[in-house]
């Protein structure tokens, strides 16, 4: 898909290898200044930058709050060999394993790209609010921590986190557009994708999200149906707000669903 978009457009139409570290409004254009780069100027700045954006302070007061949720991310290299207990529950490279007990539940893909790839997802510790209580430079403390929190779990689960090489730890984590957006602005300026509306995976929602942005962006700037930039990014921003907020909805509602202690993913999604 990459591709394809890719090559649907003009060439030079996206630079690589350019890391933003500044944008300012100078007489009557925006500024975008870049690591080891000369500086750029623009009419319009469309930020597509993710989930630490760094162009929100001229759209939005909203912060990028945690909502309680952890997760860790592991994977496993040669899982036939390291860990066939679970291998073998996965149907080797077959099935997607998903399991919940307590509200822990873990997701299993064993074949990403020729590794098993799995996420455990749990309410973090009160105490974790500020920082997170553990150290992902240490995988044995990770490994140690998860092997404490599968405890009730089947033995084969624990073989798992034994046999994983790397670890990831994604506190889960909301820009919610519930609040307005800053109605004026020094220039043309407007978000899409994570940097709009950030949201905790647990609707799969973020993609297509970011992608109907794009879509709806391009029609309001392209239609002719506009007199100004400004009047095209009002209109694509009031209906962003209605889907994204939709998409953060569903998104908590799952969270929650998942952080509770009888949650059975069986539950959930059959009938
Ligand atoms: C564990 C997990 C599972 C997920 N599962 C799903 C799923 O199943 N379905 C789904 O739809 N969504 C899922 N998501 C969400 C999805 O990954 C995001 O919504 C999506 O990647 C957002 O795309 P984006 O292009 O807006 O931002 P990003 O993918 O974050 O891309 C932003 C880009 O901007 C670049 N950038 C950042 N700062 C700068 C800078 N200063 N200068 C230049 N470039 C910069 C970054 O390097 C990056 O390439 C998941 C997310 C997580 C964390």
Same mark, same amino acid.
């Given at each position: ?12 139409? +996206? ?18 200044? /870049? ?7 623009? *009419? +319009? ?12 302070? $001229?759209?939005? *007061?909203?912060?990028?709050?945690? %909502?309680?949720?952890? !997760? ?5 290299? @040669? ?7 679970? #291998? ?5 490279? %077959? ?12 997701? !299993? ?8 790839? $799995?996420?455990?997802?749990? &309410? ?20 140690? /921590? ?9 033995? @084969? $689960? ?8 790397? /670890? ?36 799969? &929602? ?18 002719? %149906?506009?007199?100004?930039? @400004?009047?095209? !990014?009002? *209109? $694509? ?5 209605? #889907? ?20 059975? /993913? &069986? ?5």
């Amino acid at each position: 898909m990459r591709q394809l978009l890719l090559a649907s457009l003009l060439p030079g139409t +996206v630079v690589w290898n350019r890391q933003l570290t500044s944008l300012t409004a100078q007489q009557g254009h925006w500024v975008l200044r /870049f690591a080891r780069q000369a500086a750029v100027v623009a *009419d +319009v700045v469309i930020g597509a930058n993710g989930g630490l954006s760094s162009v929100w302070p $001229y759209v939005t *007061d909203a912060e990028v709050l945690a %909502t309680g949720t952890f !997760i860790i991310q592991g994977e496993v290299r @040669e899982p036939a060999r390291t860990c066939p207990d679970i #291998y073998r529950l996965c149907g080797g490279t %077959t099935h997607i394993l998903m399991s919940a007990h307590q509200g822990v539940s873990l997701v !299993i893909n064993p074949d990403n790209n020729g590794t098993m790839a $799995y996420g455990v997802t749990f &309410k973090q510790p009160a105490d974790w609010q500020q920082e997170p209580g553990l150290d992902f430079r240490d995988p044995a403390g990770i490994r140690d /921590f998860l092997v404490g929190l599968f405890a009730q779990w089947s033995e @084969e $689960y624990r073989q798992l986190f034994r046999a994983t090489s790397v /670890f990831v730890g994604l506190p889960a984590r909301l820009l919610s557009v519930a609040a307005p957006w800053q109605p004026t602005r020094p220039l043309p300026i407007t978000l899409v994708g994570d940097a709009a509306h950030l949201m905790p995976p647990f609707a799969g &929602k973020g993609v297509n999200t970011g992608l109907r942005d794009a879509l709806v962006l391009a029609n309001s700037l392209t239609s002719g %149906t506009f007199a100004t930039v @400004e009047e095209a !990014i009002r *209109d $694509y921003e009031q209906q962003m707000v209605g #889907y994204a907020q939709a998409a953060q909805q569903e998104t908590s509602v799952n969270e929650a669903a998942l952080n509770h202690p009888s949650f059975s /993913f &069986k539950n959930r999604f059959t009938r």
